[in-house]
């Protein structure tokens, strides 16, 4: 809890833009104190602290941690500052803060460091690190209708997660009314929230009298909580659990008021049960006093007006036993009768507003009993940490608790008391002066060996004490060679370490070895690798320039084949070459350029896809360098001018020019003339109009190769014909795979005389 009526001016300090000469003067801060201090509880305070500056930009504001490292608590250009939240930690009797300066260049000078005594012990209050904080999540949802609203008062103001500066739904001069909300997603609701007119500080009379809490099931709105008769300033419910992403806050009486209206300031639902604590009311405002026998008294002031204040008493294993309670009539609660027992101590204490959870227990100590005879206890620092005792001195009987601080690399073994060994922390005071002490042993800490990748390694123990010298051992795999070891991730000098307070991971790196590359230089062209030494596993590409004539076989890597243009180098040096072929002389394409007589179909909206394009040796224009048609049976006649014996025919699908290979033609069929009606010699004697009826005539045409159910791209075939022929004729008889008539798509058709 921050107390704001000790800060009274404040002033907020967002960055820093400056150009400032290379050279700065020395900054320093001196005469670092406290100026004020609130303590919360046993572990936090508020603190208002101020210093003297010197040629200083900024300061740096540190606590000091009990292990010798700092935690930044702020950075601040002003000589004084407001600490919200100052915190002693478990292991430490009192917190000390550094003031660091730093002068415009970002140098840090000579700082200044005060300590501030905490007048409490650890335990003196309840620690509870873990709280459950319950979250509202109608902020997360959107309001989907409303009955009305006032114009600076709309329904979305009933749950943007806040109550302050008058934030509500209103809706005058109506007595009743709903509102929808869709939440984010569906989500299961166990408790609800409603903060009526006196929540937000208006007439107890205009808090909502009557209304419920509906969730949409189908098209329907299901009641899961209502009431007729509320008076209270909150209502705040557990509901039995509903998953559901559509609700309703339905109002059915707004208030008792003259001034009807509704008026909602919050609309809150929870996905847990839990609700808030209740605020700690400070320790300085709690007394306690040990009377004899059952005479002692408790008093609290500035408790809420109708909390219930409880008192508790904690043995020496940490057991707290409730003793009183009694309901805050007015900021003083006072109690009478308590009995502490006879030895000095602390009474713990709680409130509880409402429905809300109670606050942490915070405690005040008490003094023994008036005439108590008291034992002294002296504590003997041991080596190996530190023990205190609850007390230092007690009456005969008492619980006295004992506690150890353990030194970095070691652990608690017992406590003793005089001189002899106890069971646990704790032991009944005798009728006499005593000492206690304890024994501590030296930590053994595991070491773990992380196998790292291309190596091996070992230590010459799996655990140690602090101190010891351990051993580490490498071994790397084929082609590596160990580059450093490592402690926890962290490079380390040499193969020893000395083992710290904690258990350890250990390792190695290891580096791959870098090798030769000789390249050979073969007949018929030229060979290069991509580097003349690699590391093992490294790839190295090849590069061949065959000599004119020459074509590259495959590579050589020590002696055998390599395949493809690279390879991954090996754990040895290499030696790199290549092997060239001849390159055989083309066959010439018979067909490029051949005279068409007669076809029967293009397609007629191009005026240039007809069958000649099929022979013109081009396809980069999918336009215009195919031969195209509609529908099926699309034949050419054509004249190659150079008489072959079973010729390679081949021809370029739609698909070998990009197009979908499904175009590709499933079926074609090859014609010579029948020379029992016409000879080739015959053929070209006649004239223009009768070659073309003769290339139209189904019988004047015998056929001798057939193809179907082609998909390749690119099909070869070789025409079984012992004859010389120059004249062909080719049927495209289905042009696609599918079997149905759509497009001829043709790029080229070539003929050889012999394999190409």
């Not at 005058?172 to 929540?199: C, F, V």
């Not at 190695?508 to 060979?527: D, L, R």
């Not at 015998?702 to 004249?727: C, F, Y």
């Amino acid at each position: 809890m921050i107390l704001n009526s000790f800060v009274t001016v404040y002033q907020v300090n967002i960055g820093r833009l400056a150009v400032t000469d290379s050279e700065a003067a020395a900054a320093s801060a001196s005469n670092a104190r406290l100026e004020e201090i609130i303590y919360l509880d046993a572990y936090t305070a508020e603190a208002r602290i101020k210093w003297n500056g010197n040629n200083a930009s900024s300061y740096e504001i540190y606590r000091l941690n009990a292990d010798g490292t700092r935690t930044l608590i702020m950075e601040t250009p002003n000589t004084a500052y407001y600490i919200p939240n100052l915190v002693r930690n478990d292991d430490q009797a009192d917190v000390t803060v550094e003031v660091v300066p730093v002068n415009a260049n970002g140098v840090r000078g000579e700082s200044s460091r005060f300590t501030i005594d905490w007048p409490y012990e650890n335990g003196d209050t309840e620690k509870l690190s873990d709280v459950t904080v319950p979250v509202n999540i109608c902020p997360l949802a959107e309001v989907t209708g409303y009955s009305a609203q006032n114009d600076g008062e709309p329904a979305w103001k009933a749950i943007d997660g806040t109550s302050e500066n008058g934030s509500k739904w209103c809706a005058t001069n109506k007595q009743s009314g709903w509102m929808t909300i869709k939440l984010d997603q569906p989500r299961t609701i166990k408790r609800i929230r409603i903060e009526h007119a006196q929540y937000g500080g208006e007439a107890q009379n205009m808090n909502t009298i009557a209304f419920s809490v509906q969730y949409k099931s189908g098209n329907n709105w299901v009641t899961v909580y209502s009431t007729n008769n509320n008076s209270s300033a909150v209502t705040d419910e557990l509901i039995t659990p509903v998953t559901a992403q559509e609700w309703r806050l339905y109002i059915s009486n707004s208030g008792s008021s003259a001034w009807g209206a509704i008026r909602i300031y919050e609309w809150q639902m929870f996905e847990t049960t839990e609700r808030n604590r209740t605020d700690i009311v400070l320790m300085k405002f709690a007394s306690a006093k040990n009377n004899k026998g059952a005479s002692d008294t408790f008093s609290l002031t500035h408790a809420p007006t109708g909390s219930t204040v409880r008192l508790y008493l904690r043995d020496a294993n940490g057991n707290y036993t409730q003793i009183a309670s009694k309901e805050a009539h007015s900021s003083t609660v006072s109690f009478t009768g308590l009995d502490y027992g006879s030895d000095a101590g602390r009474v713990f204490y709680t409130v509880q507003e409402g429905k809300q959870e109670e606050s942490i227990k915070l405690s005040t100590a008490f003094d023994a009993e008036p005439g108590a005879v008291k034992y002294s206890i002296n504590v003997v620092q041991p080596a190996g940490g530190t023990v205190s005792a609850s007390a230092t001195s007690a009456t005969a009987g008492t619980t006295v608790k004992l506690t150890a601080t353990p030194s970095e690399g070691y652990t608690l073994d017992y406590f003793t008391l005089d001189g002899e060994r106890i069971n646990g922390d704790t032991f009944i005071m005798p009728a006499r002066n005593v000492e206690v002490s304890a024994v501590f042993t030296a930590n053994a800490y595991s070491i773990t060996v992380v196998q790292p990748t291309n190596g091996s390694v070992a230590a010459s123990a799996t655990s140690a004490t602090a101190g010891t010298t351990i051993e580490l051992t490498a071994t790397p795999a084929e082609g590596y060679t160990l580059d450093y070891f490592t402690l926890d991730g962290a490079r380390i000098n040499g193969d020893t370490f000395i083992m710290p307070a904690r258990n350890v991971d250990v390792s190695a790196v290891f580096t791959a070895n870098a090798y030769s590359i000789t390249v050979v230089q073969p007949t018929g062209g030229t060979v290069s690798a991509s580097k003349l030494s690699a590391f093992f596993g490294e790839a190295v590409e090849l590069t061949a320039v065959p000599d004119e004539g020459y074509e590259l076989s495959h590579y050589v890597v020590n002696g055998a084949a390599n395949n493809g243009s690279s390879f991954t180098m090996p754990a040895h040096d290499v030696m790199v070459t290549a092997v060239f072929t001849k390159v055989a002389e083309p066959s010439v394409n018979l067909a490029l350029n051949a005279t068409i007589y007669y076809f029967n179909k293009k397609y007629p909206d191009y005026a240039k896809n007809g069958p000649q394009h099929a022979f013109d040796g081009k396809m980069s224009d999918p336009e215009a360098d195919k031969w195209h048609a509609s529908g099926t049976n699309g034949w050419v006649a054509f004249d190659i001018h150079t008489p072959v014996t079973n010729p390679i025919l081949k021809i370029y699908h739609a698909g070998s020019a990009g197009e979908d290979s499904g175009l590709n033609t499933s079926s074609w069929d090859v014609y010579i003339l029948n020379e029992r009606y016409f000879t080739e010699e015959s053929f070209f004697n006649l004239t223009i109009s009768e070659r073309n009826r003769v290339c139209q005539i189904a019988w004047a045409w015998k056929k001798i190769h057939v193809t179907n159910g082609n998909t390749a791209d690119i099909s070869i075939d070789r025409i079984d014909m012992p004859e010389a022929r120059r004249l062909f004729k080719i049927n495209m008889r289905k042009t696609n795979q599918t079997g149905q008539p759509y497009y001829l798509n043709v790029y080229e058709i070539e003929m050889y005389e012999s394999d190409y």
